[in-house]
């Protein structure tokens, strides 16, 4: 066996993350390791990786007992982590960040050309067309993550560890990841990949490991077990319906748009939303539908013949404060970098943007506060040790969970939410589903903006799709099926 880790437990303040979780992986193998968000997926990869010591347990590489008591030492090893929180030096070029700590040349002379010109053979292979030098502050989210990729591939590691390498990249990029994959492990290497889509772990796995509440559930072959056994493993119990649907649709019109134009981003484009309505907008990366979304929170620099929200018309858009005080609410795909204040703690978090409700003067009512989160909390059934747990040490669907009851706390007229159910669980997922029921229910237009087609025909009333920046059309009811939206999506259909 490559890798055993023996009954590892590993406790916070408040939490056992692990309580004596075991794990192996076979040389040659692509292993999963699945569980809803809080199992313990990323903590058990942060002892592997040297970040964590655990309470107690042992690592076997090859037989051999490891202890490692800083990243490098795992490094040592011949594991590379790529985690879920990237960890790239912003100030740095991307060349510099994929040869960090095994630079080219001497300490005092670095062969910076080299450097590049290796860097632009692994960014390639990924299919990345980027000038190695550009700084990573320029990049967005799904490069950075391509970045991380790079540079775990050009390490010269045995294991490679990825925790959610998929989550903001595309699917046509996640193809070229699976491709790169393969290729890994004919060369011998394995592979450890956390992932929330379980198309994925079909597609690609050998074996998956599934925890819960921070213990081992079970380890399988891929071929021994169903998507529904599976499902039931990590939640512990059986899902009928992975999405539920039950907003009621009013006649009357929430917003409406005439040739709304988002300069420079997207051509105008004429829709409206109802009350109790949910209505997509979906189309390939670089479609133009976030820059659509942002635009209609005022982002962008806009142009419109008319913008009318619950029968007021808006006479400009400038500002997402403009945006907010009509009643639109915007929350972010990006959680980290636009969504959440990670060294505060959720109390502050949920109050920070809603101090008009809760800092009606200059004091903030704090214990107004504590009581609301803590029913935030409760409703939206995040996952905390305490309403004071810090943001920062919240698992990844937790952090989103958050992100949505601070910005839903507004009470807005539309809602627009962007790539909601990133990187969250199944269980959460429908959490979020079922949220997205009420809040269209509660008279409020939801606008949800994704690339999760299954999202899109589980859910949706209307759909627009989108391509190159234009919509190509908006599909009713009975026409929402995944032919017409990739049909439409990958620019086949004629715009009318
Ligand atoms: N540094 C920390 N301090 C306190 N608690 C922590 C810390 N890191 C993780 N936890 C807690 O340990 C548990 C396991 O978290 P972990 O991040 O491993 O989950 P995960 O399976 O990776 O979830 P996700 O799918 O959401 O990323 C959670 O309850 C989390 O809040
Ligand atoms: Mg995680």
Request: aromatic residues 6%; proline residues 3%.
């Amino acid at each position: 066996m490559l890798l055993e880790m023996k009954e590892i437990t590993k406790t916070f303040p408040g939490v056992v993350a692990l309580d004596k979780v075991s794990f192996n992986l076979k040389e040659n193998e692509i292993h999963a390791l699945v569980g809803e968000n809080g199992a313990g997926k990323s903590t058990l990869i942060k002892i592997l990786g040297g970040i964590y010591k655990p309470d107690s347990g042992e690592i076997f590489l090859n037989g051999k007992k490891v202890e490692f008591n800083s990243p490098l030492d795992a490094k040592r090893h011949g594991i590379a982590i790529i985690h879920q929180e990237l960890m790239l030096a912003e100030n740095l070029s991307i060349a510099e960040n994929i040869f960090l700590g095994k630079e080219f040349g001497s300490p005092l002379n670095l062969n910076f050309h080299k450097m590049v010109e290796e860097s632009k053979k692994y960014l390639q292979m990924l299919g990345f067309e980027i000038d190695p030098q550009t700084k990573v502050s320029k990049l967005n989210v799904s490069e950075k993550q391509l970045v991380e990729i790079a540079k775990a591939i050009s390490s010269n590691a045995k294991i490679i560890v990825m925790d959610e390498p998929t989550a903001t990249i595309s699917e046509h990029e996640t193809q070229i990841l699976f491709e790169i994959m393969k290729e890994l492990k004919e060369k011998g290497i394995s592979i450890i990949f956390i992932t929330h889509k379980l198309g994925e772990v079909y597609q690609i796995a050998d074996r998956v490991t599934v925890l819960r509440d921070g213990k081992l559930i079970g380890t399988k072959n891929i071929e021994e077990i169903s998507s529904e056994e599976l499902v039931k493993m990590m939640v512990g119990r059986e899902i009928k319906e992975m999405f539920p649907k039950y907003n009621k649709v009013q006649d009357e019109i929430i917003l409406e748009v005439e040739d709304f134009e988002v300069i420079g981003y997207v051509a105008p484009v004429s829709f409206n939303v109802k009350k109790g309505e949910i209505f997509g907008i979906t189309g390939l990366v670089g479609c133009g539908k976030s820059e659509l979304a942002l635009g209609l929170y005022g982002v962008y620099r806009t142009k419109f013949k008319k913008f009318i929200i619950d029968k007021q018309p808006l006479l400009e858009l400038k500002s997402p404060q403009q945006a907010l005080k009509a009643g639109i609410v915007l929350v972010p795909e990006d959680r980290k970098s636009q969504g959440l204040v990670l060294l505060l703690d959720v109390v502050q978090n949920i109050t920070l943007p809603n101090c008009d409700i809760f800092a009606p003067s200059l004091n903030i009512k704090w214990k107004k506060a504590t009581e609301t989160t803590k029913k935030q909390i409760k409703d939206y059934n995040i996952k905390v040790s305490g309403e004071h747990q810090k943001v920062k040490n919240l698992s990844g669907g937790n952090q989103q969970k958050v992100v949505l009851a601070k910005f839903l706390l507004k009470k807005p007229k539309v809602a627009i939410l962007v790539e909601p159910t990133r990187g969250i669980d199944v269980g959460a997922k429908i959490e979020v589903y079922k949220l997205i029921n009420n809040l269209a229910n509660s008279g409020i237009g939801v606008i949800l903006v994704t690339s999760e087609i299954p999202e899109i025909t589980g859910l949706c009333d209307r759909v627009m799709v989108m391509h190159r920046g234009k919509m190509i059309e908006i599909l009713e009811k009975g026409e929402i099926t995944p032919e017409r939206i990739l049909k439409a999506g990958t620019g086949l259909v004629e715009n009318v």
